[in-house]
């Protein structure tokens, strides 16, 4: 079992930069593949990017490519997202996820989720 809490989000103007975090509690972060995924209003729920067990692999939207850059600290238990050139459709809650995974970093087969943190952009 992991808990994800995330931190970091607020209001931001275009162009502006943003970092989340999300700190996870558990003995065992390091064996946890992270991913960063948002929900807009009225929408479902999509994929931002995501990190493996170790940080050597790093997978990314299209959307967000080159914008967004995934890191994590195995020794503070943290995943972080550097938001950068946010756009007004990056507008969203953005939610930590994790999945026990030692492949390289994928969209899918995420099954802990944090509470989410809002993100608004103002164009």
Known sequence: ???????????VQAGGSLRLSCAASGRTFS????????????????????INWSGGSTYYA???????????????NTVYLQMNSLKAEDTAVYYCAAKTSYL???ATGYGYWGQGTQ?????
């Open 1 to 11: 079992q992991v808990q994800l809490v995330e931190s970091g989000g607020g209001l």
């Open 31 to 50: 064996s946890y593949a992270m991913g960063w995924f948002r929900q807009a209003p009225g929408k479902e729920r999509e994929f931002v990017a995501a």
């Open 62 to 76: 299209d959307s967000v490519k080159g914008r967004f850059f995934i890191s994590r600290d195995n020794a503070k």
């Open 104 to 106: 390289r970093a994928s």
């Open 119 to 123: 993100v608004t952009v103002s164009s």
